[in-house]
């Protein structure tokens, strides 16, 4: 599928380091753009693309084709001599779930989940991604669960799902092992979205078993969105609580801003 060009934001090296970062964010539907220049000032080449809601593409995160991604890593493979995927929240779910089909040099996931998930659209639930015309298996949501606060914090719900149907949630699981490029796992403690904590302990011990090294940077009380150094504390997206503060945020990504540039190659 050819993006159209207000669904992509390209970002081009002055000193190339030969990397190539396919960006994606989360739920927010945002083309990463400032994330991508910051990037790109340390010498990747970054193509930061919308995934859903854009022009001839799915509505919501509900049966996205994973070939999307795929066919935009080849793109940046044709330019770079290392690909490297980035991914927050469902995009990070996207990032590891396509580098299990399609090599990669590297992973980043910001706030990463080790199964895959429940998405709607128009009342119909499915997965969030299809591979090969077919919906990936998916973990469902428990209907009992009700949110405690208002904003609601989400984390209850993934757990009590994950617990309620936890057969489900194995053939879910995405298979990390199979990744064959570094997986570096960002976290915060105070992730009120879902328990990213819990879900990259999950992935560190698959890969283990497997004899993989993931590297996880994480600060107990940054939430669900990073902040990089250098980037402004982001607004909008669905309204719910998200953990953590803007300091304990820019901590978090001052933490894990040397191995992010370490994975992508940095000049």
Known sequence: MVLAEADRFDAHPTTPSGTGVLLLAGSSGRIETERAGLLAAHGARVL???????????????????????????????????????????????????????????????????????????????????????????????????????????????????????????????????????????VGGDDQVWPSDAFAKAIVAARRSAGLVTTVIGHPDAGHRLLLPGEEAASGGVRMARGGSAAADAELGRRAWPEILRVVGSN
Not at 79 to 92: I, P
Not at 165 to 178: K, L, Q, S
């Open 48 to 186: 930061a693309m919308r995934w859903f809601g854009g022009e001839g593409q799915r509505p919501v995160p509900h049966e996205v084709p994973v070939e999307l991604f795929v066919e935009h890593l080849e793109e940046l493979r044709q330019e770079c001599d290392r690909v490297v995927v980035f991914g927050t929240s469902f995009g990070a779910e996207a990032a590891l779930l396509t580098a299990t089909v399609s090599p990669v040099d590297g992973v980043i996931a910001v706030a990463p989940t080790s199964v895959v998930w429940a998405g709607a659209h128009e009342g119909a639930w499915s997965s969030h991604w299809t591979l090969a015309g077919e919906p990936v298996p998916f973990t469902p949501f428990d209907p009992d669960w009700l949110p405690d606060a208002d904003p609601p914090a989400y984390r209850g719900l993934y757990a009590s799902s994950l617990t309620r149907f936890a057969e489900r949630a194995t053939v879910a699981r995405i298979a990390v092992e199979r990744i064959e490029g570094e997986v570096l796992l960002i």
